[in-house]
Nanobody
């Protein structure tokens, strides 16, 4: 079993910045990718950014140039630096990780509990 714990959400004004962190722990043999998704009220969960173990990144068009995903492999931690935040970035942000567990090399696809990000003046 693999657990993810997010932190760093909060309330900021438009144009401000936030940095989200997510730490993975548990029976981890290998993490292949880590990423961030978000879900605004009344909307479906959507991809924000992902980062593979090989360094490949994918960003949603709406955050390109404003958000940066990074990872500390030694700490099983992924970060999301969010700059020039807009009211439409308001959502619950969820961390996701995929990889293999130690036991039997079983694949896992784990989610964090979510952290609220609110952009408002």
């Amino acid at each position: 079993q693999v657990q993810l714990v997010e932190s760093g959400g909060g309330l900021v004004q438009p144009g401000g910045s936030l940095r989200l962190s997510c730490v993975a722990s548990g029976r981890i043999f290998r993490i292949d990718s880590m990423g961030w998704y978000r879900q605004a009220p009344g909307k479906q969960r959507e991809l924000v950014a992902t980062l593979t173990s090989h360094g490949s990144t994918i960003y949603a068009d709406s955050v390109k140039g404003r958000f940066t995903i990074s990872r500390d492999n030694a700490k099983n931690t992924v970060y999301l630096q969010m700059n020039n935040l807009k009211p439409e970035d308001t959502a619950v942000y969820y961390c996701n990780a995929m990889g293999l567990e130690v036991f039997n090399r079983r694949a896992f696809n784990s989610w964090g509990q979510g952290t609220q990000v609110t952009i408002s003046s």
